[in-house]
């Protein structure tokens, strides 16, 4: 069975600052995909970023990037200049065959 | 564009009462998913469906039921609602294929079992 881990309950970060969030996961496949949620106050999940598993190069979406080490099977997202709007729960996901598991979550504040 | 739709935003069931979920999507996905998501805690998949007339099981699939008649609807049953049942469920849809295999989310159902 594919698990992902957050082992970050809550994070907080003064605005204009950088934040990393953590993630790891577990899989006994080579071709997965990874991915990096927010859900506001609103309850909508918004896509932040994906990455390929088979592409070594880090992805990167405007302040927000990842850093995907396959081999450790970690996968966290750094948020540069973090503004108010940033503030949400964020979810790390492994998709493979059809099957998505999310980590139990990150609740991040930033702080004016 | 309207995307995923989910409909109703919220609903208290009582214990032993049976609905249905509704979930349309405007965007000629194939795929398309159903998850809960507890208090506090991540999504976890119920049902997909990867076309029209094919279902099959995610993680925790007991307690309920789905069916997909055409490709924009995907609703989910419950029968015999229990209060374990109390959630947030989400309905998502994706292309499908390996490289656009982005899930994209309605709104979400607040589900209350009294």
């Known amino acids: 069975a594919q698990t992902v881990t957050q082992s970050q309950p809550e994070m907080s970060v003064q605005e204009a600052e950088t934040v990393t969030l953590s993630c790891t996961y577990d899989t006994s496949e080579n071709n997965y995909y990874l991915f990096w949620y927010k859900q506001p106050p609103s309850r909508q999940m918004i896509l932040v970023i994906r990455q390929e598993a088979y592409k070594q190069q880090n992805a990167t979406e405007n302040r927000f990037s990842v850093n995907f080490q396959k081999a450790a099977k970690s996968f966290s997202l750094k948020i540069s200049d973090s503004q108010l709007g940033d503030t949400a729960m964020y979810f790390c996901?492994?998709?493979?065959?059809?099957?998505?598991?999310f980590g139990a979550g990150t609740r991040l504040t930033v702080k004016p | 564009n309207a995307g995923v739709t989910q409909t109703p935003k919220f609903h208290i069931l009582k214990i032993g009462q049976s609905m249905t979920l509704q979930c349309t999507q405007d965007m000629n996905h194939n795929y398309m998913y159903w998850y809960r998501q507890d208090p506090g805690m991540g999504l976890k998949l119920i049902y997909y469906?990867?076309?029209?007339?094919?279902?099959d099981k995610g993680e925790v699939p007991n307690g309920y039921n789905v069916s997909r008649s055409t490709t924009e609807d995907f609703p989910l049953r419950l029968e015999l609602a229990a209060p374990s049942q109390t959630s947030v469920y989400f309905c998502?849809?994706?292309?499908?294929?390996?490289?656009?295999?982005?899930?994209?989310f309605g709104a979400g159902t607040r589900l209350s079992v009294l």
């Open positions: 996901a492994l998709y493979n065959n059809n099957d998505m598991r």
């Open positions: 469906s990867v076309g029209a007339g094919i279902t």
């Open positions: 998502a849809s994706s292309p499908g294929t390996l490289a656009k295999n982005i899930q994209y």
